[in-house]
């Protein structure tokens, strides 16, 4: 499954909404309804699917589907 | 299989209390606490659901170390009582910024670092409890106590506004607000202070370490699910 995918599938699974929403421009606040507590909730989500610690300086600019899926293909994950 | 709950300052007084009345309801228990003598004479009498760690609560980096020993060592934590705290009392004109710093420290930042070490846990979970014992001086204040009051008050701050931060991720946050209750804290005041104190209670005798236990088993307990950011005096009717 490509990293796309699998931050997709984390996202519709914790905001649970509707994977057409899910595009890389969507904000995780105005466009996917998700409230301070979702966004550190994804975060922890995103930690336990790539197995990586994402501080919080870092935490505050992933706000769009997009900015997760460049930032964990900067980490070059094994897996 | 038996839920861990989290004592702070268990190794005496109210907290030993707290711990005793969870491990005979058949909760594990990690009680934590500085006093490292009292804490293993606690363990020796509490028996093996009781488990001592020795941690500085004002240390950030040792109770992010706890808190993931803890975890480690007996499973996802459900139950935290932030219940360590120190008194330092003066006039105010004569109180020391240490005295007022090392009460804060312990009393309100010490229950601050606990929650925050135990939240990620407890949001994976999607269930906790978390109850602080506060006090009536958060209410009625006291002499001498400025610096112990404005701590107590404070964590009903802190409690009220983490009940809502939690409250779409089923993890309570209450607090309990003893009033006069005998233990080693209240038996080094002088004697004609504590009769004074009982007289004003309606009830006309200072409290037991357990009835503030039996509230906390209360609020920690499936019993009080939908019981959240409330504060509940245990004080003989002192606040009435």
Redesign the interface.
């Known amino acids: 499954m490509s990293l796309e995918s699998r931050v997709t599938e984390i996202i519709i699974d914790k905001l649970g909404v509707k994977p057409e929403q899910v595009t890389m421009e969507a904000q995780f606040d105005t466009d996917l309804g998700a409230d301070s507590i979702d966004q550190y909730e994804l975060i922890m989500g995103f930690e336990d699917a790539f197995g990586l610690r994402i501080d919080e300086e870092e935490a505050s600019t992933l706000t769009t589907v997009g900015k997760v899926v460049e930032y964990l293909k900067a980490k070059d994950l094994d897996n | 299989m038996n839920r861990v709950a989290v004592v702070t300052g268990a190794a005496r007084g109210i907290g030993y209390s707290i711990s005793k009345k969870l491990v005979r309801s058949g909760w594990k228990v990690a009680g934590c606490d500085i006093l490292e003598d009292d804490l293993k004479t606690a363990a020796g009498e509490l028996g093996e659901d009781f488990h001592p760690w020795t941690v500085n609560i004002t240390d950030e980096e040792a109770v992010k170390r706890t808190a993931s020993d803890i975890e480690e060592k007996l499973g996802p934590v459900f139950g935290l009582v932030n219940n360590a705290g120190i008194t330092r009392d003066g006039l105010i004109m004569r109180m020391q910024k240490e005295d007022w710093d090392s009460v804060l420290a312990v009393n309100l930042t010490g229950a601050f670092l606990m929650c925050r070490a135990f939240s990620?846990s407890m949001?994976?979970q999607k269930e906790g409890s978390i109850v602080n014992i506060s006090s009536v001086v958060a209410l009625l204040g006291a002499v001498g106590q400025i610096n112990y009051a404005s701590t107590k008050a404070g964590l009903l701050g802190l409690t009220r506004a983490l009940a809502r931060?939690?409250g779409?991720?089923n993890i309570r946050v209450n607090a309990i607000a003893p009033g006069f209750i005998e233990t080693e804290m209240t038996r080094e005041l002088p004697e004609k202070v504590r009769e004074d104190y009982a007289s004003r209670v309606p009830m006309k005798r200072m409290g037991q370490p357990g009835n503030v236990a039996d509230a906390v088993g209360f609020l920690l307990d499936d019993v009080s699910s939908y019981i959240t950011g409330v504060v509940i005096p245990v004080d003989g009717g002192l606040t009435t």
């Open positions: 990620r949001l994976r931060e939690y779409t991720r």
